[in-house]
């Protein structure tokens, strides 16, 4: 099995800009006082970040509208992310009989600025995040609380992730791929998890207080609009591991829909080569950027590790010793080098070495 790299800068995030609207109908967030968190006695704040999908958000405010715990003891801060569906009025109807619903917009398409609008805006005492094409079990919330209580000193705390399938699911894939549609599966039974076992932000929550000290999410990390580059939740929650421990608690389920688009080998080869770039940004993120000699060497080593796992493959393969998901699981591989190397090059062209 391939999976992202999980590397971890310390790359602090600049504070999130949410912009108010003049609106009646809508609350808008703006970052909330310290003060005025200590007076609201909220357990958690759930945000969930959206763009342009209202229709998945709606079946997300319906889960979360019918959690066991009850609609005092937490807010959901939807940060819109530059929508330019009827995101907006769609909140609105719901706030009208859900006064714990918050709004925000942030006007610049991020994930990452989008969470950590959220995270400034957030009165409770956690913090938990969700996607828009996520539905939360009837339970999740009180289930990630139960397991601060019983791991008081977590820093944070998640639940598994199931794949929910609007196709058919493929007969081809393997499931040991399904992390990378964001799947995810500690087992059965809650526990601290160790230092490399690291959750996906579609379903983990964090004390306040300490998502603030880390400075959120690394706004050079994340999708961005057009930019399809990952790896915020894993620098995040790698910061989040070194600050303190994070406890799974498998009742804290997380249902996330597969797009039908990504439901193709296509897909998945052009996600791994985005992976590739990702890791190689995070790798400059955390290391400083590479002298241009450093970063040709790192990306010839990578593409002649890609090009030798090529012919072996092919050669595997022409005596039939290798299986339809091993194929496509080597290409992935192969994908993810040629992205790294790739933005090797890029970044020692655009982002010279200051000791050059």
């Not at 619903?101 to 409770?124: D, E, L, T």
């Not at 996330?256 to 791994?272: E, Y």
């Not at 290409?331 to 040629?338: E, I, P, T, V, W």
Request: with cysteine.
């Amino acid at each position: 099995m391939i999976a992202p790299r999980k590397n971890s800068p310390a790359a602090q995030d600049e504070p999130a800009h949410v912009t108010p609207e003049e609106s009646s109908a809508s609350e808008e967030v703006a970052p909330t006082s310290r003060r005025t968190r200590a007076a609201t006695g909220l357990r958690a704040s759930v945000v969930v970040s959206t763009r342009n999908r209202a229709d998945l958000l709606d079946r997300c405010l319906e889960a979360l509208a019918n959690q066991t715990v009850g609609n005092g003891d937490f807010e959901v801060i939807v940060v819109d992310n530059c929508s330019s569906d009827d995101t907006r009025s769609r909140v609105e109807r719901w706030r009208a009989t859900h006064p714990n619903i918050r709004y925000a917009f942030v006007p610049i398409p991020s994930v990452s600025r989008a969470r950590n609008a959220g995270i400034a805006s957030s009165r409770g005492w956690i913090v938990a995040f969700l996607d828009d094409d996520a539905v939360p079990s009837i339970n999740w919330l009180g289930a990630l609380l139960a397991g601060y209580e019983q791991w008081p000193l977590a820093a944070a705390v998640c639940g598994p992730t199931r794949l929910m399938w609007s196709c058919s699911r493929p007969d081809w894939l393997d499931p040991n791929l399904e992390s990378w549609l964001s799947a995810l599966d500690f087992g059965a039974d809650p526990r601290l998890l160790s230092a490399d076992e690291l959750p996906w932000s579609v379903n983990a929550s964090v004390v306040r207080t300490t998502a603030e000290e880390l400075g959120g999410f690394a706004v050079e990390l994340g999708p961005a609009g057009s930019r399809r580059v990952y790896n915020e939740d894993i620098d995040f929650f790698r910061r989040i591991a070194r600050f303190g421990r994070i406890a799974y608690i498998p009742d804290a389920l997380v249902l996330h829909q597969v797009d039908p688009t990504r439901a193709t080998r296509r897909w998945f080869l052009q996600r791994a080569f985005a992976q590739g770039r990702s890791d190689c940004l995070l790798d400059r993120l955390r290391d400083g950027e590479p002298t241009r000699l450093e970063a040709v060497n790192t990306s010839l080593t990578e593409i002649g590790t890609a090009v030798t796992r090529g012919w072996r493959s092919l050669a595997q393969t022409a005596f039939g010793q290798r299986s339809e998901a091993a194929i496509l699981s080597n290409a992935m591989a192969r994908s993810q080098r040629l992205g790294y190397a790739w933005e090797a090059l890029r970044g020692a062209a655009l982002h010279p070495s200051p000791r050059e």
